[in-house]
């Protein structure tokens, strides 16, 4: 059941936070109950769902004038503002009912004409269909229970069985102007009801209070519910073991995707989608389903999800993925050819014609694995994942109701390819590494949180590796949204092959591995003990190794290149009196990265890496550099800027040569030296 969140402390701060004028506090209203449905994926998913409330503001004569706030493109109910809901004045709405036909473009020019605020965003497709109804508050969701509902070919009766008359049925037609007339005459003939259900698309309700049309959403919701879990038979089928690891077919699948994308688009430069995987019980049962090859033909749960899911998974059989990459490549190839025909059937019944998107799939039902949401970046994977767990849900309640009868080709091509449905996507330029996922180790330290944070800056999905569980926490805290990672001990036998494992789970691969983790150890040779000289080695050489080997399995599954970037450390070529066991195996990790790069690059994979001096990290303390500062006659900060431009150098700087690096395209075998200069260090 979904929980009534609505709390008279919580709504009493808001209200008291907007002020003293009255429209402004039940804007407040509205942001709250707004806020509650859009934190509850039961009823609303990503930036689905609107809602609204019908006020009085002044002009700028001073004359009241009725506006409606409604929510505003770009925005997503979970975390909407005020600034969220624009306000539209409602006179120029309402004359507009009397038309015969309104175009969609002349629909959005009109709303944006008569917004109050000309800086607003543009207001919800669905505008017009909320100044139509005549209640205060009107609220738009998706719930999971009545997206069942809605897709069932008997919905009227089973509606009527749950409601009697309190909900009144809106056949399917595309949101705008006709939408908006037909839901409005449907009131119209019905004003008793408590509610809409729009067929094929989603559930409206109403009401004078934000509490009063909250309530309902949740009332009704939980009434839908009820009557499901009237009809479900206890499953009797157990949930099967996984037959396969997400490393052993992510990776294949990820880059045959990539693959499909670069011939689409004709440029070998696109970087490969990200994944986002779903795995449990539940989602193992349904592909177990003996209608599930059927089912993943059927359709999208609204028209809402098709922009994000397309009209179909591709559905891949536990005998392709054991077939590896020619069987996922052509079961991906027919995707394509489907979807091309698809879009050459729909695309002739539409004058000046449609730019075809890309004709890969977004969803995958994997057998003996899971679901996959892939997309340019992790929100939108996970943004696909999201709909494509729920669509099973909304199949598997529909199914034990009657069917799940969806909305046809035709009307879900006018879905997909309708302008102001395409526009939610966004456009523009991505950022330099979108898509790119980097892991980096040692990402609790200074060099390594910077390094994270400068690739996330540019766009990259980070996953994250450190021994300090401690530590790695507070780094995924600050590294916030596009991150991911696991505590490890990379000396282990198995520490690459566990974040590997790891990352692919959570991304579906890796693009640029930064092996940065690393410790030194002081003492002269003859004072030096042959234990802490292997653990230097099995920390600053064996675990570079190791991870580096395993990063170049990966990218050769993927198919698509692929770098690995080393921290070495100018004592490599440099060495310092007592530091032999932390330069021994530097110096052989340099030597490391060359026969990388030598041994690699036939598969495109590029080896690079940074010697840094003197930056203030775990490698260099506060007490160390004080000590070597009074050794030597000088202050922390000239000591610190002992080099031939007098600067101190920041981990930030090591990072930005990491990312310097990593666009270096065609540079393998390189060791860049970040230390401000030292001639003793330099390299040629």
């Known amino acids: 059941m979904v929980k009534n969140a609505w709390s008279e402390t919580e709504a009493t701060q808001f209200v008291e936070a907007a002020g003293d004028d009255p429209a402004d506090r039940e804007l407040a209203l509205r942001v709250y109950t707004s806020r509650l449905i ?20 002044p002009d700028i004569f001073g004359n009241d004038q009725r506006v409606l706030h409604v929510k505003g493109s770009g925005w997503d109910l979970e975390t909407i503002e005020a600034a969220g809901l624009p306000a539209v004045r409602m006179d120029p709405l309402m004359d507009l009912r009397q038309l015969d036909h309104l175009s969609d473009e002349d629909m959005v020019n009109i709303q944006r004409c008569n917004l109050l605020d000309s800086t607003s965003p543009n207001p919800s497709v669905e505008t017009l269909l909320h100044a139509y109804l005549p209640h205060t508050y009107v609220d738009h969701t998706h719930a999971t229970a009545f997206l069942a509902l809605a897709n069932l070919p008997d919905v009227d009766q089973a509606v009527h069985e749950i409601f009697g008359d309190k909900i009144a049925l809106v056949p399917f037609i595309m949101p705008g102007f006709q939408l908006a007339k037909a839901a409005a005459q449907v009131y119209e003939d019905n004003p008793a009801v408590e509610g809409l259900l729009l067929v094929n698309h989603g559930h409206f309700t109403f009401g004078d209070s934000a509490k009063a049309s909250y309530d309902k959403v949740i009332e009704h919701t939980n009434m839908v519910e009820r009557w499901f879990e009237g009809r ?39 970087a490969m989608p990200v994944f986002d995987l779903r795995t449990g019980d539940g989602i193992s049962r349904f ?4 209608d599930v090859v059927e089912l993943a033909r059927r359709g999208v749960a609204t028209p809402d999800h098709v922009i994000r899911t397309k009209q179909f998974p591709l559905h891949l059989t536990g005998s392709v993925l054991e077939a590896g990459r020619p069987a996922i490549s052509s079961a991906v190839a027919g995707f394509v050819d489907d979807y091309r025909a698809y879009f050459d059937r729909q695309v002739v ?30 929100k939108a994977a996970k943004i696909a994942a999201d709909i494509a767990e729920q669509t099973l849900t909304v199949m598997a ?3 034990t109701a009657g069917e799940f009868r969806p909305i046809g080709e035709a009307d879900t091509f006018d879905m997909e390819y309708w302008s102001l449905e395409q526009a939610k996507l966004g456009k523009g330029a991505a950022p330099r590494f979108s898509g790119k996922v980097v892991m980096v180790t040692g990402a609790a330290g200074a060099i390594g949180l910077a390094t994270a944070k400068a690739f996330q800056a540019l766009g990259a999905e980070v996953f994250v590796i450190d021994k300090d569980s401690s530590a790695l926490e507070q780094a995924l805290k600050s590294l916030g949204a596009n991150s991911a990672g696991i505590t490890v001990d990379i000396t282990h036998d198995d520490g690459a092959e566990t974040a590997l494992a790891a990352c692919i789970a959570e991304f579906g691969g890796i693009d640029i591995l930064v092996s940065n ?19 230097s080695f099995e920390l600053n050489f064996f675990a570079h190794l190791a991870f580096g080997k395993a990063a170049a399995r990966c990218f050769i599954k993927q198919g698509h290149s ?10 490599a070529v440099n060495p310092g009196k007592g530091f032999g066991a932390y330069g021994l195996p530097k110096a052989t990790t340099f030597f490391l990265l060359r026969q990388m790069a030598l041994e690699f690059g036939d598969a495109g994979i590029r080896v690079n890496g940074i010697n840094a001096d003197r930056i203030r990290s775990g490698l260099l303390t506060d007490g160390f550099i004080e000590e070597r500062s009074k050794a030597r006659g000088v202050d922390v900060e000239t000591y610190m800027a002992g ?33 401000g200069g030292n001639m003793e260090a330099a390299l040629r």
Not at 238 to 256: C, K, M, N, W, Y
Not at 365 to 373: A, M, P, R, S
Not at 519 to 533: V, Y
Not at 646 to 663: N, P, S, T
């Open 38 to 57: 859009g934190q509850n994926p039961d009823l609303v998913m990503h930036g689905g769902g609107n809602t609204s409330v019908k006020l009085s503001r």
């Open 232 to 270: 479900h038979n206890p499953t009797t089928v157990p949930p099967r073991a996984s037959a396969f690891s997400a490393d052993s077919i992510l990776p294949t699948l990820r880059g045959v995707l990539g693959d499909a994308q670069a011939e689409f688009t004709q440029s070998r430069d696109i």
């Open 287 to 290: 592909l177990q389903r003996s």
């Open 349 to 378: 019944r539409h004058e000046g014609g449609k730019v075809m998107i890309a004709p890969t799939p977004n969803v995958f039902w994997l057998e003996g694995l899971g679901v996959v949401g892939s997309g340019s970046n992790k």
């Open 397 to 399: 309640d529909a199914e």
């Open 517 to 535: 983790a690393g410790a030194a150890w002081s003492g002269t040779l003859l004072d030096l003990d042959i234990g802490d000289l292997r653990k």
């Open 562 to 571: 692929g770098q690995v970037l080393f921290n070495v450390s100018k004592q």
């Open 643 to 675: 080099n031939i431009l007098k600067r101190e150098v920041e981990a930030r700087h090591v990072a930005d040569a990491f990312v310097a690096l990593a666009q270096s395209e065609r540079t393998t075998g390189h060791v860049m030296t970040v230390d």
